[in-house]
């Protein structure tokens, strides 16, 4: 295992669509097990694969609710309506209000090809909107109504 290096907003990676994960093997493991190791090290909430500089369909997302690894996730709906700070691992020193969904359903594969399903509300679905949005080079200030510095 080993801690990759975020990539930071300017960098054009961050703005391409990733591609679909079709390696369920060691690569991809190792690829999981990095990222988690680098979302720990830096304490954020969640991390893409493109923000460690791999254009594939992956995110994790680690918070009290639970730890998951999401391979070609899909929100399969989502309802109701959320205002709250958001930040990013790859904008760093800033945060932003932004809307949500309340309540997502993501449909995701796990690391050995299972799909599965989750339901998150509160801050878990929050944390799953935005990571998905890195799959398809968007991130939270492109949504923001408000940008502000970290103090
Ligand atoms: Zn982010």
Do not use: W
Not at 50 to 76: A, K, M, S
Request: charged residues 30%; glycine residues 10%; hydrophobic residues 35%.
């Amino acid at each position: 295992m080993a801690i990759r290096n975020i990539i930071q907003i300017g960098d054009e990676t961050l703005r391409k669509k990733s591609f679909e994960v079709t390696d369920f093997g060691p690569k991809t493991h190792a690829l999981l097990d990095d990222m988690k190791q680098t979302l720990k090290k830096a304490q954020g909430a969640g991390l893409a694969a493109p923000q460690v500089g791999v254009l594939r369909r992956i995110f994790i997302v680690d918070t009290e609710d639970g730890y998951f690894e999401c391979i070609n996730p899909q929100i399969i709906s989502s309802s109701g309506k959320q205002n709250g700070d958001e930040g990013c691992l790859s904008v760093k020193g800033k945060y932003g209000k932004v809307e949500r969904p309340m309540r997502v359903k993501v449909k995701a594969f796990d690391r050995y090809g299972q799909p599965y399903i989750v339901k998150a509300e509160g801050f878990l679905a929050r944390a799953f909107c935005h990571e998905n949005d890195h799959l398809d080079g968007i991130l939270y200030i492109d949504k923001a109504s408000q940008v502000m510095e970290e103090k």
